[in-house]
């Protein structure tokens, strides 16, 4: 790590008035109407030649299936493009108010999981992108998603854009409510089934529910059982458990990769805190099989480690090659400082244990054969709402709620006064991203048929799971 630690000052008080006082004088440097700009940015590389650059470092014979991912439907184009979209957004106003980014805030990337303790909570999921940045990129990101949603779903256009509007209304309603409680009140808010009332989003309990008990179904034990099987070894007598093959999806390593992948392990288990070390120490690796993940992250390195524990006891870990963030190129390096961590996978973890309300006990970084990777534990108590699979109100629900989660995880790393003085009495805001929203949607739509037509015209191979 060659981040710096800043030393904090603890003898000034900055009373609240002074603080909103400050946010409040960003309105004249930068007003509302200054977000709706236009969608493409001035520096923004040919499509064809992005998702080039974007497929640099990945596995080149699963590239083809990254862009058959990718032409599936607009949305799922703007889900693998997120450096795309911070090329469109360099050099746009922001406000100067620096937050810790999810870097990739589209609406599928907000999730369910569980806490220790076991609760289920929904909260941003995803941080490969993680990094400051302005607040602006994040909700703009988000607002956008939820038009590409909507359409996918087949939402009308003012439904849609209804969904964009009401997501930055919830995000600044939230910062304001947050801006005026106590500092350890609202740090320790937790994003669990009472947020989707605070949020207004009431027509998303029962799709809470749902998701929630399918969360509580999906553990490492329900993976082993499903994915593993035993087997006999005659030389030693003694009964083995691997991964069932499922090409292309889940294929088996070699023997000099799993050895690598496990030596990765036990580096890892020292970027845990100690106790936790102590409790993976009980465990022992079992197999470990190659999985092809996501959308935006097909094509990196990524495995599955089966750790059998105390008697019949599982558990999966997850180990994903961490990249550069694709927003990195895009921000100022003297203000923000995204390449301020040398190993990817710390900057991930960090990230997430700043923006998270809970992280995952077991979440840390490694190093495998030179590359840098996160682990963590596989879809443990996880679940999802699918946005492309919600009607109007409910897509418009889920956008309050998504707004709300954004709001909750930005004021981790920044000051809510600060920003709730600058939405004081702005409720212009919310129609002017709403506007830039929907005509980024558009350049996505145009983005994705640009790259479905070189599918199409042999330019580049593309194959469907």
Not at 38 to 59: H, T
Not at 70 to 97: C, E, H, K, N, W
Not at 240 to 254: S, Y
Request: glycine share 8%.
């Amino acid at each position: 790590m060659t981040a710096d630690t800043t030393r904090i000052d603890l003898r000034t008080r900055v009373g609240h008035d002074e603080v909103f006082a400050r946010g409040q004088a960003l309105r004249d440097l930068v007003p509302a109407s200054a977000h709706h700009h236009d969608p493409a940015g001035e520096a923004r590389p040919d499509v064809l030649e992005f998702v080039a650059a974007s497929n640099s470092g990945r596995l080149g014979h699963l590239v083809p299936l990254r862009i058959g991912r990718m032409i599936d439907s607009p949305f799922a184009f703007f889900r693998g493009a997120a450096g795309l979209m911070a090329a469109d957004l360099a050099g746009t106003p922001v406000t100067g108010i620096t937050a810790q980014l999810c870097g990739d805030a589209h609406a599928a990337n907000f999730g369910l999981y569980g806490t220790p303790d076991g609760e289920i909570v929904m909260d941003v999921n995803d941080f490969d992108e993680t990094v400051p940045g302005p607040w602006e990129w994040d909700l703009k990101r988000l607002a956008a998603s939820l038009v590409l949603a909507g359409r996918e779903g087949g939402v009308s256009e003012s439904a849609c854009v209804e969904a964009a509007e009401d997501t930055v209304r919830s995000y600044r309603r939230t910062i304001r409510e947050l801006a005026e409680l106590p500092f350890l009140t609202s740090w320790n808010a937790l994003p669990d089934k009472a947020a989707i009332t605070r949020a207004k989003a009431d027509e998303l309990l029962d799709d809470f529910d749902r998701a929630a008990r399918k969360a509580r179904r999906n553990t490492s034990a329900k993976v082993a059982a499903k994915w593993t099987e035993h087997l006999d070894d005659h030389v030693t007598g003694v009964r083995q458990r691997r991964f069932v093959e499922n090409a292309p999806i889940l294929t088996r390593v070699d023997d000099a990769t799993a050895d690598a992948v496990v030596d990765g392990l036990e580096c890892y288990v020292d970027t845990l805190r100690e106790s936790r070390r102590t409790l993976l120490g009980r465990f022992s690796v079992a197999d470990v099989a190659f999985r092809i993940v996501g959308t935006g992250s097909v094509g990196l390195r990524s495995y599955v480690a089966l750790l059998l524990g105390n008697g019949d006891e599982s558990l999966v870990l997850q180990i994903k090659q961490a990249q550069p963030s694709a927003l990195a190129p895009y921000l100022d390096a003297g203000t923000f400082r995204p390449d301020a961590f040398e190993h990817q996978g710390e900057r991930i973890v960090h990230g997430a244990r700043l923006v998270q309300a809970e992280t995952d006990i077991l979440l840390g970084w490694t190093t495998i054969e030179g590359q840098p990777y996160i682990v963590r534990q596989f879809r443990n108590l996880k679940g999802d709402i699918d946005p492309t699979a919600l009607d109007a109100d409910h897509l418009d629900d889920y956008g309050r709620l998504a707004g709300a989660l954004l709001a909750r995880a930005h004021t981790r790393s920044l000051d809510p006064r600060l920003l709730a003085g600058y939405f004081d009495g702005d409720g212009d805001l919310d129609e002017a991203i709403g506007r830039y929203a929907v005509r980024y949607a558009d350049r996505t739509e145009a983005d994705h048929e640009d790259l479905e037509r070189a599918v199409r015209t042999g330019l580049i191979d593309a194959v469907g799971t």
